[in-house]
């Protein structure tokens, strides 16, 4: 039980350090400064840099995501069509609710007529 409540505090503390990266990003939009100036300034923090370096991986497979779909001029309506995955799995997908498997990630790409390619880079 002890284990039990442990994982849900640290799940509920992980959940509050992303709404916190959320409403520093948001903020930073409402005052229309440049994304990475403001981006910038915020990673200054250790704590926040730290659970932003830990994001990125998820946050660079949703930028992928839309890019690809933009690139080919699609809305997320076309891409579902093409693929049979639900228009609103793919809004989740890219608003970085739901977390997609690799099987997925193929889906998308032969959708979009494009290949998958994930690399492993150097630290």
């Not at 946050?59 to 891409?79: C, G, H, M, P, Y």
Request: net charge positive.
């Amino acid at each position: 039980m002890d284990l039990l409540k442990k994982l849900r505090k640290r799940q509920k503390k992980r959940f509050k350090k992303r709404k916190h990266i959320e409403k520093i990003i948001s903020k930073g939009m409402r005052i229309m400064r440049k994304f990475d100036d403001f981006l910038e300034e915020q990673l200054k923090d250790e704590e926040l840099k730290k659970e932003y370096d830990n994001m990125q991986p998820e946050f660079d497979v949703i930028r992928a995501i839309v890019e690809a779909r933009i690139s080919r001029n699609l809305t997320q309506k076309q891409l579902a069509e093409r693929t049979g995955i639900n228009q609103a799995d793919i809004s989740k997908l890219e608003n970085g609710t739901r977390n997609p498997s690799l099987n997925l990630l193929k889906r998308l790409a032969d959708g979009m007529d494009m290949v998958l390619k994930i690399e492993f880079i150097p630290k």
